[in-house]
């Protein structure tokens, strides 16, 4: 296993073309990153679904509550709607941008309301910048983030096949 400069504070999502490898941002969205070391311990990210990939723009995934479902109990229209049984989050804007590779929360209109879903950018999209809390980075494995299936939803979801903290690996 490799070594990372701060295995709690990294997560490891293991991805059908590889691992990525995400630095979380505990200094800059503290609730934020301990929420997803919560659900990747407790295997809530496992198998879920990125229900919501733009080309150009971002990957979504992490409605623990729907997108775990497999076919034909898989309901695209349900998926992205979820979140988990824990409380939402309140906001932890910051200067940092959104930048390519940047993980970001996904959230309804209401600023105080993201819970487990996240996205990553496949480009730097400076208009969220200020509206969305950014809580990590991938550090490896952007080129397997870019061959995720396209699709609001894809048709075929590619999925999280597990997400682990490394310092537990």
Known sequence: ??????PENTII??????????ELLP??????SERMKEL???????????HRV?????????DVEHANMEAPNYNARRAGTGGSDLPDLPAEFSRIPHDRGTLGAARSQNPNSANSQFFINFKDNSFLNGQYTVYGRVISGMEHVDKIQRGEPPASPDRMISVKVAADV
């Open 54 to 62: 733009i080309d150009g723009f971002m990957a979504q995934t992490g």
């Open 40 to 50: 990747a311990r407790a295997g809530k990210y496992d198998n879920v679904a990125f």
């Open 1 to 6: 296993m490799a070594e990372y400069k701060d």
């Open 27 to 32: 200094d800059v969205a503290p609730k934020h």
């Open 13 to 22: 999502v293991t991805l059908k073309d590889g691992p990525v490898v995400i």
